[in-house]
């Protein structure tokens, strides 16, 4: 079972809007940046999101990243079918000292 | 442009070791300020995190790993490496390597190989 919490699934139109939840604790989320990746089958892991709520060079800004407590939220504005893919947080537990992730959320746009 | 490459047998017997290197080009393995980190998702799970190691040495593990585990940096051929002593079914899976931001192993991955597949089976 993984430290931060995320749904496993969630599923929106086309054009609409969503907001990824990833949930942790003190000795994570709640002292440590998160960041966000996109993963689609068969390819590599992409960053999305950075300590929180920065977006890489060429992510487009549908994309956007919160931090409140011990939660991370991601959001995704205006859905695109080529959207669909599995999401994950992840940060740094300073009490395992251990990268964790999420346990993944994977996004139908339908 | 920073690019990984993962290399290694796709298949390996259960007890026996899985090595994995990952091939970086497009940029020197021995620049300050970046960690280099071995990730894997197993069938129907999610990401998790093995190992990273900085270009002077000094890797961090998942304590988590029930195998064995070794990170070594060449610095000469610029790449990383991956050993995973006395593999078992649990140990398959999509085998990443990345690109960590920071002087701690703490750092996002911004830049990720494509993935190697792994089978443990005899």
């Known amino acids: 079972q993984s430290l931060l919490t995320q749904p496993p699934s969630m599923s929106a139109a086309p054009g609409q809007r969503v907001a990824i939840s990833c949930s942790g604790s003190?000795?994570?989320?709640?002292?440590?940046?998160a960041s966000w990746y996109q993963h689609l089958p068969g390819s590599a892991p992409k960053l999305l999101i950075y300590?929180?709520?920065k977006r890489p060079s060429g992510i487009p800004d549908r994309f956007s990243g919160s931090k409140s407590g011990t939660s991370a939220t991601l959001g995704i504005t205006g859905l695109q079918t080529g959207d669909e893919a599995d999401y994950y947080c992840?940060?740094?537990?300073?009490?395992?000292?251990?990268?964790?992730f999420g346990g993944g959320t994977t996004l139908t746009v339908l | 442009q920073l690019q990984l490459q993962e290399s290694g047998p796709g298949l390996v017997e259960p007890s026996e070791t899985l090595s994995l290197t990952c091939t970086v080009s497009?940029?020197?393995?021995?620049?300050?300020?970046?960690?280099w980190g071995w990730f894997r998702r197993p069938p129907g799970k999610g990401l998790e995190w093995i190992g990273s190691?900085?270009?002077?040495?000094?890797?961090y593990y998942n304590p988590s790993l029930h195998s064995p585990v070794t990170v070594s940096v060449d610095t000469s051929r610029n790449q990383f490496s991956l050993k995973l002593n006395s593999v078992t079914a649990a140990d398959a899976g999509l085998y990443y390597c990345?690109?960590?931001?920071?002087?701690?192993?703490?750092?996002?991955?911004?830049?990720w190989g494509k993935g190697t597949t792994v089978s443990v089976s005899s």
């Open positions: 990345a690109r960590q931001r920071g002087y701690t192993p703490s750092g996002y991955m911004e830049v």
């Open positions: 497009g940029g020197s393995i021995a620049t300050s300020g970046y960690f």
């Open positions: 190691i900085y270009y002077t040495g000094g890797p």
């Open positions: 003190s000795s994570n989320i709640g002292n440590n940046d």
């Open positions: 300590d929180n709520n």
């Open positions: 992840a940060t740094w537990d300073s009490s395992l000292t251990t990268v964790v």
